[in-house]
């Protein structure tokens, strides 16, 4: 069975800086398409980063400079995010992007906050 278990959410200050990660069982990440998510209240999902399989990826242009995603070995992901504002404040969710597309044809933090997916980020000033 394949399953994400995003961990690392909690409450920070406006500047500071949060690590969260994504733990992987039932597949491997480092043959994956993997990415981050977030929603905010009120706001549409949106995605946050992607890291393929050949080492490509994308980055936001609202969190560029200040979020990293990047692999641990072959079953953890992780988002390092630095500087955080409260514009950052959101359920953040991992996902595979074959997975995604394959069981969810809507949004895509609906479809992984239906499976129990999302650690919460809140970023006080």
């Known amino acids: 069975e394949v399953r994400l278990v995003e961990s690392g959410g909690g409450s920070v200050q406006t500047g500071g800086s949060l690590r969260l990660s994504c733990t992987a069982s039932?597949?491997?990440?480092?043959?994956?398409?993997v990415a981050w998510y977030r929603q905010a209240p009120g706001n549409e999902c949106e995605l946050v980063s992607t890291?393929?399989?050949?080492?490509?990826g994308y980055v936001a242009r609202s969190v560029k400079g200040r979020f990293t995603m990047s692999r641990d070995g072959r079953s953890t992901l992780n988002l390092q995010m630095n500087d955080l504002q409260p514009d950052d404040t959101a359920v953040y969710y991992c996902?595979?992007?074959?997975?995604?597309?394959?069981?969810?044809?809507?949004?895509?933090?609906?479809?992984?906050?239906?499976w129990g997916q999302g650690t919460l980020v809140t970023v006080v000033s």
């Open positions: 996902a595979r992007q074959s997975d995604l597309a394959r069981r969810w044809s809507g949004p895509a933090c609906d479809g992984l906050r239906s």
């Open positions: 039932g597949f491997q990440f480092d043959d994956s398409d």
């Open positions: 890291l393929s399989s050949d080492g490509g």
